[in-house]
């Protein structure tokens, strides 16, 4: 509960922002002024790790907060190999299996796009995002899932003028988040994030931003 209260207390994050330069926390506000979770990005049981790090350094670059990990054929393998870099300025949820994420997702008012080049659906150079979409990435062999695409409210593909019938998983990613979030930002659609969201994150980037954290906290709260 302690947590839960310290993520919304302004107080605290004034005063842990004391500990930051001046040019840090600026950076802080005009990254996250340009993010969204209107947009989400879930990635299926990916085997190579590099892959899964690339579509989350992906979403860093092009403003995408969170991203699932379904984990169900590989296990828990995540932790001890993304830890650093572009993956601790985004939200990472992982899930059990497809099904748990999907009704997450859609709970959460999500529209399921899979990215699939053999199902018939709208290229990417057709698709608009008017409703908060998640998109489906699967594997580097097999793709995605007989769920994802049975519970899929719609398909995407890349159009492709070679021999090869798919591209890798994080340079698909990385296009189609790159034109999404572009269409997305000079649209009327709401994409930022809310209020809420906005302190949450400059609490937990502040808090990731300062060594020996634990100590600070404990120290404000004492005096």
Same mark, same amino acid.
């Given at each position: ?11 605290? !994050? *004034?005063?842990? %922002? $004391?500990?930051? /330069? ?5 950076? +802080?506000?005009?990254? !996250? ?30 403003? @995408? =907060?969170?991203?699932? @990990?379904?984990?169900?054929?590989? $296990? ?8 650093? $870099?572009? %993956? ?7 899930? =059990? ?21 053999? %199902?018939? $659906? ?6 608009? @995002?008017?409703? *908060? ?5 699967? /594997?580097?062999?097999? &793709?995605?899932? &007989? ?6 409210? &719609? ?5 492709? =003028? &070679? +021999? ?25 659609? =709401?994409?930022? !994030? ?5 302190? %949450? ?6 808090? *990731?931003?300062? *060594?020996?954290?634990?100590? @600070?906290?404990?120290?404000?709260? /004492? /005096?």
């Amino acid at each position: 509960m302690i947590i839960l209260y310290l993520m919304f207390d302004l107080d605290l !994050l *004034k005063y842990l %922002e $004391g500990f930051l /330069t001046e040019r840090r926390k600026h950076r +802080f506000e005009q990254v !996250l002024a340009k993010r969204t979770n209107f947009l989400t990005v879930a990635i299926e049981d990916v085997y190579q790790l590099h892959n899964t790090s690339a579509v989350i350094r992906s979403c860093d670059a092009f403003g @995408v =907060q969170t991203v699932h @990990v379904i984990e169900n054929r590989f $296990g828990k393998r995540l932790d001890k190999n993304i830890a650093m $870099g572009a %993956e601790q300025w985004v939200d990472v949820h992982r899930h =059990q299996t497809t099904t748990a994420c999907i009704d997450r997702l859609k709970t959460d008012g999500y529209h399921i796009i899979a990215t699939t080049p053999h %199902e018939n $659906g709208n290229e990417l150079s057709d698709v608009k @995002v008017t409703k *908060k979409t998640a998109l489906f990435f699967g /594997t580097e062999r097999d &793709g995605l899932s &007989g769920e994802v695409l049975k519970r899929a409210d &719609g398909f995407l593909s890349i159009p492709m =003028q &070679g +021999f090869s019938e798919s591209l890798n998983i994080s340079v698909a990613a990385a296009i189609i988040l790159q034109k999404l979030t572009k269409d997305l930002r000079t649209s009327s659609v =709401q994409w930022q !994030l809310s209020e809420n969201e906005l302190l %949450e994150k400059r609490m937990d980037w502040t808090k *990731k931003s300062i *060594k020996d954290v634990e100590r @600070v906290i404990e120290r404000y709260l /004492t /005096t």
